[in-house]
């Protein structure tokens, strides 16, 4: 499709911050995982009609970070094969790599970070209508400011400091700018934050420098917390966005549906979607089994950082009425850092479906 190349060039550059993983998961991967315990959640029965409908291949795409932990618990259903239709569900390590899928349709559902859904969104519509919307918000923030010390515990206690981070010219920059002017700071007058290129540095520096402040995503931010005792989660920004007012939330990961497959196979999206909800409550719910889920799909490489990560991770299952209300402030704060990073424009109506 023509929309393809350039979405690919603004992927990257786009994106939040969506933690580690490497290489691609195909299905399968998550079969061996957990067999000892209790099933999380249990096969739904089949009334009659259901047991005659043909089930739809649902074909997912997602990212090795926090946006997808959530969505563990379905794909360990999709292996079974005991999901209310079939998944095919792919991690990726980027979100380049799953743009060009999306818009060619080879992918029908994708979890994105929520700026880049916007994008998506925009570049691909035509006089015709949307081809591809916004359906889920999966994961809320995932930014903590971390401290290599006891003297921060407000983001107004960061007058004067300097603190160091990720995501320049991306929405780790934006969102810690504008919540350094809700506390009252004046990014680069108040407080000088230096941005390194990958979160290792930033990780590196907090525990070899006492006194050091940072921005880190997770898992990063709990992986460096396990293993430096001097170091602390000293502000978790998806708290503060909340006190400092915002009528929104803080928002990282949105699942996005080809308006196409919605329109050909509205209750294979309403069967995903309530499949989704479970797979979030039991994460929830049941951290320490999910966390051996979370490293079967090579989003984090220890179970014990992966189950502390998830109270922090803020994965959430927001739809219907909730969807808008959540994510269109938040993109509001990125449009007005810079139009570019949701698409040039704000989304209108069309970017929310409400799969009812």
């Known amino acids: 499709m023509r929309w393809s190349r350039g979405l690919v060039a603004v992927a990257s550059a786009l994106a ?7 290489a691609p998961s195909s299905p399968g991967a998550l079969a061996s995982a ?9 096969a739904p029965s089949a009334t009659p009609s259901e047991q005659v409908a043909e089930r739809v291949t649902v074909r997912v795409a997602a990212l090795s970070g926090p ?39 080879e992918v029908d559902v994708a979890l994105l970070p929520a700026n880049l859904a916007a994008v998506v969104h925009q570049q691909t519509r035509t006089d015709d209508g949307p ?16 401290e290599h010390g006891t003297a921060v515990a407000s983001l107004s206690d960061l007058r004067g400091r300097t603190v160091y981070s990720t995501g320049k010219g991306a929405s780790p920059q934006y969102v810690l700018e504008h919540l350094l002017r809700q506390s009252g700071l004046t990014p680069g007058t108040d407080v000088t934050v230096e941005y390194r290129s990958e979160a290792t540095e930033v990780a590196a520096l907090l525990a070899a420098t006492p ?18 005792a001097d170091v602390r989660v000293a502000i978790d920004l998806t708290q503060a966005w909340t006190d400092l ?32 909800e479970e797979s979030v409550a039991f994460v929830n719910d049941s951290p320490a089994q999910a966390a051996e889920l979370v490293v079967a799909a090579g989003i984090v490489q220890a179970a014990p950082v992966a189950q502390a990560a998830i109270p922090a991770c803020h994965v959430v299952h927001l739809t219907g009425d909730e969807l808008r209300p959540a994510l269109e402030g938040y993109l509001s704060v990125l449009h007005a850092a ?13 970017f929310y479906l409400d799969v009812g």
Request: charged share 15%.
């Open 67 to 105: 946006t997808t932990i959530g969505l563990v618990g379905l794909m360990r259903e999709a292996d079974a094969g005991t999901g209310r239709q079939d998944y095919e569900v792919t991690t990726y390590g980027t979100p380049d790599e799953v743009v060009p899928l999306l818009v060619k349709g």
């Open 211 to 228: 006194g050091a402040v940072g921005v880190l995503p997770q898992p990063y931010a709990t992986g460096v917390v396990a293993g430096h």
């Open 338 to 350: 810079q139009p570019k990073s949701v698409g040039g424009a704000m989304p209108g109506d069309d």
């Open 16 to 22: 939040l911050l969506v933690g580690c993983g490497t």
């Open 245 to 276: 007012g915002n009528t929104s939330r803080l928002v990282t990961g949105v699942t996005v549906v080809r308006t196409a497959f919605a329109a050909e196979h509205p209750q294979a999206l309403a069967d995903f979607l309530a499949d989704d």
């Open 34 to 42: 957990t067999e000892a315990g209790p099933t999380p959640f249990a």
């Open 131 to 146: 081809a591809v919307q916004a359906v889920a918000v999966n994961t809320l923030g995932v930014l903590s400011v971390l």
